[in-house]
């Protein structure tokens, strides 16, 4: 899915270093070949962010209100299972009524498998896929869609073959190191649970900040500090994703009703799990909503809506969008900062703590 229209599924990395001067140059040296060109390996290679198949890469159709945002594609031919099971399956009956035998062996299977498919391949359509970015070079980061791990690692590859150098996806234990300058490992596991012994504490970085969140914004009645951008409120919405380690029911998810405030919710926190997944609503005044749900082992953020913008050409809906999206991720992350500046603090770390037991006895499930 693209970034200049609809709901936004990302990553966001962090670039070591800025562009070079000549990236659009270097981009277009890396563009996507021809489909003429596509045989049986996968092809991958930069095109422009307008479709898949414009191939042309320059000022024009590599920047978008002012921002680098290109595509790399995937491009590659396939045979559907069920096309190629049925071609298969009548050169067998062929062979076999040549031969006069109700059989034939694996490695003859193998051999017209390899024909059929060496035959029918060339003569598939090519399906393309896309995994898009763009750059912000003011904060240093790279926004790009690139979800499974296969994606983001060939995304970052080719990346690096291109301009020199790799981003860093910012993981939690990469932002606390690399933003925060926060060690990941002083961040010890909190233990919300009212019944546990503090010993048992466990979960990821990632879990542990999206549980404490959902505690600090239900105390402050989602009430986030001041900031420069403006006064803002957030709350955390289902479904829910908590999980945790050791024997039992792992994985409890909840859908319907009032996720937050249900009994399930409560009798998971109880037991010592953490939130790994949840919606996160962020709105500035009147009019102005951020919804997301957010990944918290890997800072993954799927389906992110933004405001209502107004412009209408499409280079100043891209540059709204980018501005949305920049104010999202400075809330986001100064609340990930105040969360490992805390919680490396053993004395505010405590009394969190302690605190969020009590959060967690007195829920009300419903």
């Excluded at 270093?17 to 277009?28: L, T, W």
């Excluded at 900040?209 to 402050?220: A, G, P, Q, V």
Aim: hydrophobic share 40%; proline share 6%.
């Amino acid at each position: 899915m693209s970034l200049d229209q609809g709901n936004l599924t990302f990553r966001i990395c962090h670039l070591p270093q800025p562009m070079p001067e000549d990236a659009i140059e270097k981009f277009a040296e890396k563009a996507a070949q021809s489909l003429d060109q596509l045989r049986d390996e996968p092809q991958w290679g930069w095109v422009s962010a307008r479709h898949l198949l414009e191939r042309r890469i320059d000022d024009e159709t590599a920047m978008l209100g002012g921002y680098l945002y290109l595509c790399l594609r995937q491009a590659e031919r396939k045979i559907p299972s069920a096309l190629l099971t049925a071609e298969c399956r009548m050169v067998e009956l062929t062979q076999m009524a040549e031969k006069q035998t109700d059989r034939l062996n694996r490695k003859e299977r193998k051999t017209i498998k390899e024909q059929v498919v060496e035959r029918l391949l060339p003569t598939m359509p090519p399906q393309l896929s896309g995994n898009y970015f763009t750059v912000d070079p003011g904060d240093g980061l790279l926004y790009v869609t690139a979800t499974s791990q296969k994606q983001l690692d060939m995304f970052l590859g080719l990346f690096c073959k291109t301009v020199g150098f790799e981003p860093v996806p910012l993981l939690p234990e990469i932002a606390a190191a690399d933003m925060f300058d926060v060690d990941p490992e002083a961040v010890r596991p909190l233990n919300l649970s009212p019944v546990l012994p503090d010993g048992e504490a466990g979960g990821t970085l990632g879990q542990n900040f999206l549980t404490w969140l959902w505690c600090f914004l239900e105390e402050r009645n989602g009430v986030l500090p001041q900031s420069k951008l403006g006064e803002f409120s957030m709350m955390i919405d289902g479904p829910l994703v908590l999980v945790s380690e050791g024997a039992g029911a792992f994985e409890s998810v909840i859908r319907k009703g009032l996720p937050t405030i249900s009994a399930e919710a409560k009798a998971a926190l109880t037991v010592g799990k953490k939130l790994r997944q949840a919606k996160l609503i962020l709105s500035r005044g009147r009019g102005e909503e951020w919804s997301v749900t957010v990944d918290a082992d890997e800072f993954i953020f799927r389906g992110l809506k933004l405001p209502e913008g107004e412009a209408l050409d499409p280079g100043s809906v891209f540059e709204e969008r980018m501005t949305n999206l920049y104010v999202f991720q400075k809330v986001f992350f100064a609340l990930v900062q105040r969360f490992l500046t805390e919680m490396s603090d053993d004395g505010k770390r405590d009394a969190f703590q302690k605190m969020a037991k009590k959060w967690v006895a007195d829920r009300d499930g419903r």
